[in-house]
C-alpha cells in the first residue's frame, strides 16, 4: 500500500496544527517568541509570539531585515549588532538582554538566546533563537533597586545614627552619621565589633534593656552615654526595634540613636537656673506670686506664703483662695479689683503707701500684674510682683531737693555750663549764659562756639577739641581764655575748661565751663602795659642819672685828697651843687613820667 505524503493526510495535519497551537499557547503563557534568521538567503522569519511582544499583526509576515533592525531599541542597537558579530567570530553563545521598541512605541525589555546552525564546513548557514518578554521582571528590578538607592540615600544623609546589631551584640550595619559619633574613621573599624564596648559601663544597664526589649519584640527608648573611640563622652538617645525574616522570626535589631549632649546640658543648665530663681526669688524680700482665673494661688515664694499665713493664720498653700476676707472688706474689694483688671488682659502697676502689720514700719510698694495666657492667647491667671520700693522714695526725695538745690546755683553762678557735641554745637546750656553772654537758652543753643568765638581764636578752639577728644573719660584739658562776642556786639574774655564726658550715658558730650574774665584780663593788659613803660622810664633815666652822680662822686673824691687849694675847693663845692641840682632835676622828671604811668587809684595811695 502506497503510503499517503504528509501533506496530504489529514491526521498528520491535525497533529501539526495542533503542535503549533501548543506551541502558540506556550509563547502566550511564558511571553515568549522564537525567530529565525538565514544568513545566506538573508531572510528573517518571527514566530506569531515575536509579533505579540511588538505589538504588531502576524499578517504583516514575511518580516524584513529592517524592521527587524528598527524594532532595536535605537541605544541598544549597536550593542546588539556587536553582540551577533562577537557570537559569530569567537563562537560564544548567543545570550542577550535589551529594549525592543513596539510599533505602539512601548518599550519592552527581553531576554534573547540563540543558537548557531553550521553546514559541514562549518560556515554558519542560521541562527535560531527565542526572546522572551522580561519587561514587567525588569521594571520590578528598577523600581526595586530605586527604591534601594533611594533608601540608601535617605540613610546615608539621616543626620541620626541608624544602625543594625546581631542578637548578640555585634554591629552589622552603620551610617556614616553613626560612624562619626562614635568617632570611626571608616566603617571597617567598627563592623564587627561589640556595641557594649562603646556604652559607658555606668549606663550599660539601660542599653542592654533595649536591645533585650527589641528581641522580645517590643520597642523601647533608652538614654545613656557613650565613649567614642577616640575617647569623647556623649549623651545618647536610642529607640530600638526589632527586624523580622520572612518567616516571623528576629534576626537583628534596628535603633535610630541621636546625639543629645546640648540637649542633656542645657537640661542641666536649666535645672540650675531654676534652683538658682528659686533661691533667689525665695531670698529675696520681694513678693511674688500668681493665680488662676478663679482667684486660687498657683505658685508664689517665701515672702509671699509669710504675708497671706500671717493674716490668714494658717500656713498658705496652693489652691488657696487668695482674696483675704479676714483683712477686711475694703481690703477684700481692693484686691479683687485689681485683680479683675488683670485677668480681664490689662497688664498694669499700682503704688500702695501703709504701714506694714508685720514689721509696723512705713513701706512704699510698686505692684505690678500680669496677665498669664496659653498657647491659644487665652488667659489661665495672673501674674503679680510686689517690690519694696521705700529706700528708692526716700532717694527720690533727696534727689529732688538736691536737683532744686543745683538749679539754683546753676542759674544763679557765674559760671556756664554747655554740653557740646565733637563740632562744638551745643546739646545743654545753663540759665546763666543769659547773665553772664546776654543769650538766652534758646539763642545760645542755635549757635555753635565758632559762631561767636574771635576769628583769631577759631584756630586754637579747634585744636583744643580736638585735643579733648583723645582724653579717657572724664578728663580734662587746662583751662585757656578766649575772646567770646557779646550778645551786644562786645567782645569778652571768658576761661574755658573742657571735659570729656562723651562715653557717659548721662551727658554724651564734652563740657564746656567756662566764666567771663574780661576785667581780670583788663587790669592784666593795663599792668602789663604799666610795666613796660615803667621799664622804658627806668632804662632812659637811667643813662641821665648817671652823669650827675659821677661827677659828684669824682668832686667828693678830689676834696677828700686834701690836695686842692682853697680856691680850687670853692671852685669845686660849686661844680657839687651844680651836679647835685641836675640830679634833683632828674629825679624830679622820673617822679612826673611815673605819676602818668600809674592809675589814679595807686597815685592816691602814693
Not at 201 to 213: T, V
Request: with cysteine; proline share 4%; aromatic share 8%.
Amino acid at each position: 500500500m502506497t503510503p499517503i505524503p504528509k501533506e496530504h493526510n489529514p491526521d498528520s495535519l491535525r497533529k501539526d496544527e495542533k503542535y503549533l497551537q501548543i506551541i502558540r499557547q506556550m509563547e502566550t503563557l511564558g511571553k515568549l517568541g522564537h525567530w529565525e534568521f538565514d544568513f545566506k538567503n538573508q531572510n528573517l522569519h518571527w514566530s506569531d509570539g515575536v509579533f505579540v511582544i511588538l505589538e504588531m499583526d502576524p499578517i504583516d509576515k514575511p518580516v524584513s531585515l529592517e524592521l527587524g533592525y528598527n524594532s532595536v531599541h535605537p541605544d541598544d542597537r549597536e550593542k546588539a549588532k556587536q553582540h551577533m558579530e562577537e557570537v559569530l567570530k569567537t563562537g560564544i553563545p548567543y545570550n542577550l538582554e535589551c529594549r525592543l521598541l513596539t510599533t505602539k512605541g512601548t518599550i519592552k525589555y527581553i531576554h534573547s538566546q540563540a543558537e548557531v546552525v553550521k553546514d559541514p564546513s562549518g560556515t554558519p548557514t542560521k541562527i535560531v533563537g527565542i526572546f522572551q518578554d522580561i519587561t514587567d521582571r525588569t521594571e520590578s528590578y528598577i523600581h526595586l533597586k530605586e527604591q534601594e538607592l533611594r533608601l540608601s540615600s535617605i540613610l546615608q544623609s539621616e543626620p541620626e545614627c541608624v544602625k543594625v546589631v546581631s542578637p548578640d551584640g555585634i554591629l552589622i550595619e552603620m551610617n556614616p552619621a553613626g560612624l562619626n559619633m562614635i568617632e570611626a574613621d571608616c566603617p571597617e573599624d567598627a563592623i564587627g565589633q561589640r556595641v557594649e564596648s562603646l556604652i559607658d559601663p555606668a549606663d550599660l544597664k539601660y542599653y542592654q534593656s533595649i536591645h533585650e526589649n527589641a528581641l522580645k519584640g517590643i520597642k523601647s527608648s533608652a538614654r545613656f552615654r557613650i565613649i567614642g573611640m577616640k575617647g569623647t563622652h556623649r549623651w545618647m538617645e536610642s529607640t530600638a526595634v526589632p527586624l523580622s525574616n520572612q518567616k516571623g522570626e528576629i534576626t537583628s535589631v534596628l535603633s535610630l540613636t541621636r546625639d543629645i549632649s546640648e540637649k542633656v546640658i542645657n537640661e542641666e543648665k536649666l535645672i540650675r537656673i531654676k534652683r538658682n530663681q528659686e533661691a533667689l526669688i525665695n531670698g529675696t524680700s520681694d513678693i511674688i506670686w500668681s493665680i488662676d482665673t478663679n482667684y486660687c494661688l498657683v505658685a508664689a515664694n517665701q515672702s509671699f506664703l509669710d504675708v497671706y499665713s500671717f493674716f490668714q493664720k494658717v500656713t498658705a498653700k496652693e489652691g488657696d483662695d487668695v482674696l483675704i476676707k479676714t483683712a477686711g472688706e475694703e481690703f477684700y474689694y481692693k484686691w479683687k479689683e485689681l485683680y479683675d483688671r488683670g485677668l480681664s488682659g490689662e497688664s498694669f502697676s499700682t503704688y500702695e503707701n501703709f504701714v506694714s502689720p508685720i514689721t509696723l514700719k512705713e513701706e512704699h510698694r510698686e505692684v505690678s500684674f500680669n496677665p498669664i495666657r496659653n498657647v491659644d492667647d487665652k488667659i489661665t491667671g495672673l501674674a503679680c510682683f510686689s517690690r519694696d520700693v521705700s529706700s528708692l522714695m526716700q532717694k527720690s526725695k533727696e534727689l529732688l531737693i538736691n536737683e532744686k538745690r543745683f538749679r539754683v546755683l546753676v542759674e544763679n553762678g557765674a559760671d556756664v555750663i554747655m554740653i557740646l557735641n565733637p563740632r562744638g554745637q551745643g546739646k545743654y546750656v545753663s540759665p546763666s549764659i543769659k547773665k553772664v553772654m546776654g543769650y538766652t537758652e534758646k539763642e545760645a543753643l542755635s549757635l555753635s562756639l565758632f559762631d561767636v568765638v574771635h576769628p583769631d581764636d577759631a584756630p586754637k578752639l579747634k585744636k583744643r577739641l580736638f585735643e579733648v577728644l583723645a582724653l579717657p573719660l572724664g578728663g580734662s584739658l587746662p583751662s585757656q581764655t578766649f575772646r567770646a562776642k557779646h550778645k551786644d556786639g562786645r567782645w569778652r574774655y571768658v576761661e574755658s575748661t573742657l571735659t570729656n564726658m562723651l562715653s557717659d550715658e548721662s551727658i554724651g558730650g564734652i563740657v564746656d565751663n567756662f566764666h567771663d574774665v574780661t576785667e581780670k584780663e583788663t587790669q592784666l593788659d593795663a599792668i602789663q602795659t604799666q610795666n613796660h613803660k615803667l621799664r622804658t622810664i627806668a632804662w632812659t633815666q637811667s643813662h641821665v642819672v648817671r652823669s650827675p652822680l659821677a661827677r659828684i662822686m669824682g668832686i667828693t673824691q678830689l676834696i677828700r685828697t686834701g690836695s686842692l687849694t682853697k680856691e680850687e675847693e670853692e671852685k669845686s663845692l660849686g661844680y657839687l651843687l651844680d651836679s647835685a641840682n641836675e640830679l634833683d632835676d632828674v629825679i624830679g622828671d622820673i617822679v612826673r613820667k611815673s605819676q602818668e604811668v600809674i592809675p589814679p587809684e595807686f597815685n592816691s595811695k602814693i
